[in-house]
């Protein structure tokens, strides 16, 4: 059975469709659905139920123009009208996955990483980032459990906000819980895999421990700035001439997301 | 009929980019004597509540709910009217 996909979009989201896409090529059944669609606001054919899914992905994008904070409208739309299905949806062990905005979004929920607080706050180069970075991935989260982990994968980000801060003064207690219980999923590196060590701008954003996606304690919800689904065929990468693959990192990475997905099945 | 003005700044020990950029821009224009930049979000919002204790116990859930992130940012509100 192909599992089901759905890519949520509201105003202001602008990568549903290399998601849905990334999903179709890797053997999925993906749909992009409006928020309006989720919760009844709309003709009876149109009406889609979050449990006919078996993952929901928020995709990147400036969602409802960014406005106060980045994800903060979307976050609230969710917050109120969503909230409670989205997390029975996750107590069921359902995937939940967030790219960039949607990382924002999820965070600002308090499902990322959903046992510490955290916020992703303004680059600290002032600057929006786009451009390629280094990943290494670790832990067991839904999107890095099947990749291997001594592989570099190189994807582009593309934020304003991914600076992933904690509350002042438990920033240590903080990345001690991440640490613990394997939350941290992507890291910024040097193309060799060395750490990053905060240094710009190989570390994009100042993000603390170089941490560049995390999953929730179960490891079903998870959230990252970079791009994989900018990156699925090898000439998106901006050293295809030099440096031939076979499929963009992009690809490799939704691989092994829906095989997490299809073991749930 | 109330008149609210909400400041949203970011917590003491968060990186102010936005602050930082604008002290650097104004000492390469020439303005040696600044210091220190900070910058701060202002919303103003009218409401209309029976009392304005009521008025600002909603204009604190306005604020922990969407204006404000409450890991990253303070909030104060003043209020206006009667």
């Known amino acids: ?265 | 009929m109330f008149n609210a003005e909400i400041r949203i700044e970011l917590k003491p020990g968060i990186l102010d980019a936005e602050g930082k950029t604008v002290k650097n821009s104004l000492i390469s224009l020439g303005f040696n004597s600044v210091k220190d930049v900070k910058s701060i979000k202002v919303f103003k919002i009218s409401l209309d509540e029976d009392s304005k204790e009521k008025a600002r116990e909603e204009l604190e859930k306005m604020c922990e709910q969407l204006l404000a992130n409450p890991v990253i940012n303070n909030y104060s509100i003043s209020i206006e009217g009667d």
């Open chain 1, 1 to 265: 059975m192909k599992p089901k996909i759905c890519v949520m979009r509201i105003e202001g989201t602008n990568c549903e469709d290399e998601t849905a896409r990334a999903f179709r090529l890797v053997g999925a059944d993906a749909e992009i659905v409006h928020l309006k669609q989720l919760i009844g606001d709309c003709s009876e054919e149109r009406k889609r139920d979050l449990f006919d899914y078996d993952a929901m992905i928020f995709p990147g994008g400036f969602s409802a123009g960014d406005y106060v904070r980045a994800g903060a409208i979307w976050s609230a739309r969710i917050q109120s009208k969503l909230k409670n299905k989205l997390n029975s949806f996750v107590k069921e062990g359902r995937v939940v996955g967030g790219i960039c905005n949607g990382f924002q979004v999820l965070t600002t929920l308090d499902m990322l990483p959903g046992n510490v607080r955290a916020a992703l706050s303004t680059n600290e180069s002032a600057k929006f980032e786009c451009r390629f970075v280094y990943l290494k991935p670790f832990g067991k989260s839904a999107i890095t459990e099947n990749l291997d982990h001594n592989e570099i994968l190189s994807f582009p980000v593309a934020h304003m906000e991914g600076n992933l801060t904690f509350v002042p003064g438990k920033e240590d207690e903080s990345l001690k819980a991440l640490k613990e219980n394997d939350q941290i999923i992507f890291r910024y590196v040097y193309p060799d895999g060395t750490p990053a060590n905060r240094k710009y701008p190989i570390n994009p954003n100042g993000s603390i421990d170089d941490i560049a996606g995390v999953s929730n304690l179960e490891g079903n919800v998870f959230g990252l700035m970079p791009h994989p689904e900018r990156v699925l065929d090898s000439f998106n990468h901006f050293d295809w001439t030099r440096n031939p693959r076979k499929v963009g990192d992009g690809l490799i990475t939704f691989k092994s997301l829906i095989e997490f997905i299809k073991k749930k099945l």
